[in-house]
């Protein structure tokens, strides 16, 4: 199915990687199985199906992408854990886009399942950039965590994601101002909302009077709408849980269009407060 829908003059394409398997403990955190579990189902191995979803912008005059899935660059070993799919290109097509209509692709954060198609590994072992006409954009931070390669984190920064794309000046490294907006082209602007990583930025979109926000590993699914629903995998849930309630406090009275990152049934939609004042997912 595709989905495919209007925010002012912005056209917006959601595009997937396809689907992988995360274990449903790292998923919820804290939360416990009995309580996740009527939400999503686990498989016998304990994993649940994720989406990795990425969307396309056609803002009149550029085509913009965020996020770019797993990619095909996985070592055996860890494409057999999270049974990935390799499925963006196809997903492309599907929707009608050529790579090499990409202007601009923005990164949230460099976690492998968030930029995995920026490059391409070759049959012949080359790695090339996936969309060739495109400038990327990433937050200078996320790059210098990456490289750090630190014990708690390392398996998720794949350098061979970035770094040949800094090495030639393709990507560009930002770091917008502390709790302020970074415009990327009009209409189109990145903030940090940090917890998943220190630096995981959001991108906001405005055209005509509508926002959207690709909210990114913040809230990946909309079964993560509680604010204590954080993840195993943030690196600060209490900075989680204060930025989840900085975003909903602004996005559920302004009505923005939500994009979940890894959720494969619902890639957006709005949100609101039910009336035990906790968020719910509406639809789209
Ligand atoms: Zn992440």
């Known amino acids: 199915m595709l989905h495919r829908m209007t925010l002012g003059d912005f056209e917006l394409t959601a595009v997937s990687d396809g689907i992988y398997h995360l274990d449903g403990g790292a998923f919820f955190g804290v939360v416990p199985k009995v309580m996740w579990q009527k939400k999503l189902v686990a498989d016998e191995r304990n994993r649940v199906a994720s989406g990795l979803n990425s969307l396309i912008v056609r803002t009149g005059s550029q085509t913009v992408l965020i996020e770019t899935g797993i990619g095909n660059k996985l070592s055996e070993k860890l494409r057999g854990i999270y049974d990935a799919r390799q499925l963006l290109p196809a997903s492309f097509a599907a929707a009608g886009i050529e790579p090499r209509e990409v202007d601009i692709v923005i990164n949230t954060h460099l976690h492998f399942d968030h930029c995995g198609w920026n490059t391409t590994r070759k049959p ?132 923005w269009l939500v994009l979940f990152t890894h959720d494969h049934h619902h890639p957006m939609g709005y949100v609101e407060w039910n009336d035990r004042g906790k968020p719910v997912f509406v639809g789209s």
């Not at 950039?129 to 390392?154: I, K, M, S, W």
């Not at 509680?226 to 690196?235: C, F, I, K, N, R």
């Not at 600060?236 to 909903?248: A, G, H, V, Y």
């Open 124 to 255: 012949d072992g080359s790695i090339v950039p996936t969309f060739p006409n495109a400038q990327y954009f990433a937050h200078r931070g996320e790059v210098d965590h990456g490289h750090l390669q630190l014990e708690r984190d390392a398996v998720s920064y794949i350098s061979d994601n970035y770094d040949p794309l800094l090495a030639t000046g393709q990507m560009t490294l930002i770091d917008p101002p502390e709790g302020g907006l970074l415009e990327i082209v009009p209409g189109v602007s990145v903030e940090v909302f940090p917890g998943h990583t220190a630096q995981m930025m959001a991108v906001l979109l405005d055209s005509a009077g509508e926002r959207a926000c690709y909210i990114s590993d913040l809230i990946p699914t909309s079964a993560h709408l509680d604010v204590t629903w954080v993840m195993g995998y943030d690196l600060d849930p209490l900075t989680c849980i204060e930025q989840r309630k900085r975003f909903l406090s602004r996005a559920i009275p302004e009505k």
